[in-house]
């Protein structure tokens, strides 16, 4: 979907005023309205989250921008909230699954917050609520929110524990190292610090943070899954721990686990892509460079996915 509809969705503004949003929603909402829709003719209908059409489990993460609280919905029927409450419409089963995507998909500064309904409170009035993307809560990579729909027993699932009977496959979008430019001084250099003024503002510090912030959290996220699980296949998780390869957060993993990621950084260094790919491609809005990250992404898979990873078959030895 995002090789077919990037060029029409991440078209920028003719003008673009500072309170603007980088992309209009208009032309993303037009393609999932036609991309997300029950048989018959576009228009009539939408697709829900707890509609026929899912044959597979699905959550979708997203923060809520007027309360502040990440949601991480799915289409679990046991699910606190999934079906109506109080004698009203009111359960996430009725929400249109073009929304959520929408909302999941809409990264701050890039795209507005994705309003819409959510039912009838007890009182009898309705409740709107408007959202953003999920990458924006700790869960930008929501393996371990999955963890605790698989298990807690809220969730109504269950699924046992062990290496040998869970597995969680996470797949990245690409990592690399944020890093902020050393600035000459003015006195040395006033060119170069007058050029460099922006960056300084307030407001571009506080989204470096929080740039910063969504990283820790992934990273969190990966410690941990390497931490409570085993792995066929390991991957170096940063300069601290390097390659998890035994677990050790509990005396018997939980859960096998398969990281598949493309460490730009890495990658620069071996002379596979050149410094500018590597910086380039840590945007999400570049059509252009799709072509090129997919064909590194199949040649990556190519050499470290395998089909014995993905069976039971195998776990940790003794």
Same mark, same amino acid.
């Given at each position: 979907m995002y090789m077919r509809f990037a060029a029409e969705v991440f078209r920028r503004r003719?003008?673009?005023?500072?309170?603007?949003?980088?992309?209009?929603?208009?032309?993303?909402?037009?393609?999932?309205?036609?991309?997300?829709?029950?048989?018959?003719?576009?228009?009539? !209908?939408?697709?829900?989250?707890? &509609? /026929? +059409?899912? *044959?597979?489990?699905?959550? %979708?993460?997203?923060? @809520?921008?007027?309360?502040?609280?990440?949601?991480?919905?799915?289409?679990?029927?046991?699910?606190?909230?999934?079906?109506?409450?109080?004698?009203?419409?009111?359960?996430?089963?009725?929400?249109?699954?073009?929304?959520?995507?929408?909302?999941?998909?809409?990264?701050?500064?890039?795209?507005?917050?994705?309003?819409?309904?959510?039912?009838?409170?007890?009182?009898?009035?309705?409740?709107?609520?408007?959202?953003?993307?999920?990458?924006?809560?700790?869960?930008?990579?929501?393996?371990?929110?999955?963890?605790?729909?698989?298990?807690?027993?809220?969730? !109504?699932?269950?699924?046992?524990? &062990? /290496? +040998?009977? *869970?597995?969680?496959?996470? %797949?990245?979008?690409? @990592?690399?190292?944020?890093?902020?430019?050393?600035?000459?001084?003015?006195?040395?250099?006033?060119?170069?610090?007058?050029?460099?003024?922006?960056?300084?503002?307030?407001?571009m510090q506080a989204i470096f943070a929080l740039r910063g912030t969504i990283k820790d959290g992934e990273m969190h996220t990966l410690r941990s899954l390497y931490g409570l699980g085993w792995s066929p296949a390991p991957t170096a998780v940063d300069g601290e721990v390097g390659c998890m390869t035994a677990g050790g957060v509990t005396n018997s993993p939980l859960f096998t686990v398969l990281r598949y990621d493309l460490d730009f950084d890495a990658m620069a260094r071996a002379g596979e892509i050149s410094a500018a790919e590597a910086r380039r491609f840590q945007e999400f809005d570049a059509p252009a460079d799709m072509v090129r990250l997919h064909a590194l992404a199949q040649a990556a898979a190519r050499q470290a996915v395998s089909p014995a990873h993905l069976r039971f078959e195998a776990g940790p030895q003794a």
């Open positions: 003719w003008r673009r005023w500072l309170l603007l949003t980088r992309y209009r929603s208009e032309p993303l909402e037009r393609l999932l309205r036609k991309s997300l829709h029950p048989m018959g003719p576009i228009g009539e !209908g939408d697709v829900l989250l707890g &509609g /026929p +059409e899912l *044959l597979t489990g699905l959550a %979708i993460v997203m923060k @809520r921008v007027d309360t502040g609280s990440p949601w991480v919905v799915s289409n679990l029927p046991a699910a606190p909230h999934f079906r109506d409450r109080d004698g009203s419409a009111n359960g996430n089963a009725r929400l249109p699954l073009r929304k959520l995507v929408q909302a999941s998909a809409a990264a701050p500064l890039f795209f507005e917050p994705t309003e819409f309904e959510l039912g009838r409170r007890a009182d009898g009035r309705m409740e709107r609520a408007r959202f953003v993307d999920g990458g924006v809560t700790p869960y930008n990579n929501p393996a371990l929110r999955l963890l605790e729909l698989a298990r807690l027993p809220v969730f !109504g699932l269950r699924w046992p524990l &062990g /290496p +040998e009977r *869970l597995m969680i496959v996470s %797949i990245g979008t690409g @990592r690399f190292r944020m890093r902020d430019a050393a600035r000459p001084t003015f006195t040395k250099a006033p060119g170069a610090w007058m050029r460099g003024l922006p960056g300084r503002l307030p407001l």
